[in-house]
T-cell receptor
Framework: AQSVSQHNHHVILSEAASLELGCNYS??????LFWYVQYPGQHLQLLLK??????LVKGIKGFEAEFIKSKFSFNLRKPSVQWSDTAEYFC?????????????FGTGTRLQVTL | DGGITQSPKYLFRKEGQNVTLSCEQN?????MYWYRQDPGQGLRLIYY???????QKGDIAEGYSVSREKKESFPLTVTSAQKNPTAFYLC????????????FGPGTRLLVL
């Protein structure tokens, strides 16, 4: 069965520090990749996604992620975090072919940004 | 204003009781999903439906049931057979037109009394 690993469970950074959150998946075929963010008290919302093409994708709020097929990774990055980036971040993978839009989620990384 | 609504925001269940969580979408999406979110475990798929009157079990379907009588609605019933129902339940929907990206509702927190 497909699995998604997010090795960083809780990350604490100071404002303006750089961020990289790891995401690795187990499926060896074609995948669609997603990062979702859940701000405190808010909906889970899409941060960015990769379907095909340029492996470096840019999302909202200055986030980007790089798909490295050889490493089965899709790490999330931001050059300079803000206090408002405090949230929980989830990586998700859809295998192609697969059942509709069935996603497999990682366990999430809680990011805490201090002033 | 398009989106996904879930009600109620909080729900309390007594031992042995069935409860139903509501999920409605006005995005005209074909597919709908139910996830359970527990601390440190991410989101786990309970049931999903790709089309009206059809649904499939996800990874943790035991103790849950669903129906999909209308495109807009996908209610989830947490039955008394679910021994550990306390969790945050998220509904999502997607469509091929939207690139199969899943969009989520605000969630329902279920607590057992």
């Amino acid at each position: 069965a497909q699995s998604v690993s997010q090795h960083n469970h809780h990350v604490i950074l100071s404002e303006a520090a750089s961020l990289e959150l790891g995401c690795n998946y187990s499926y060896g075929g074609t995948v669609n990749l997603f990062w979702y963010v859940q701000y405190p008290g808010q909906h889970l919302q899409l941060l960015l996604k990769y379907f095909s093409g340029d492996p470096l994708v840019k999302g909202i709020k200055g986030f980007e992620a790089e798909f490295i097929k050889s490493k089965f990774s899709f790490n999330l990055r931001k050059p300079s975090v803000q206090w408002s980036d405090t949230a929980e971040y989830f990586c998700a993978v859809k295998s192609i072919p697969g059942t509709a839009s069935k996603l497999t989620f990682g366990t999430g990384t809680r990011l805490q940004v201090t002033l | 204003d398009g989106g996904i609504t879930q009600s109620p925001k909080y729900l309390f269940r007594k031992e042995g009781q069935n409860v139903t969580l509501s999920c409605e979408q006005n995005l005209n999406h074909d597919a709908m999903y139910w996830y359970r979110q527990d601390p440190g475990q991410g989101l786990r798929l309970i049931y999903y439906s790709q089309i009206v009157n059809d649904f499939q079990k996800g990874d943790i379907a035991e103790g849950y049931s669903v129906s999909r009588e209308k495109k807009e609605s996908f209610p989830l019933t947490v039955t008394s057979a679910q021994k550990n129902p306390t969790a945050f339940y998220l509904c999502a929907s997607s469509s091929r037109r939207a690139g199969e990206t899943q969009y989520f509702g605000p969630g329902t927190r279920l607590l057992v009394l």
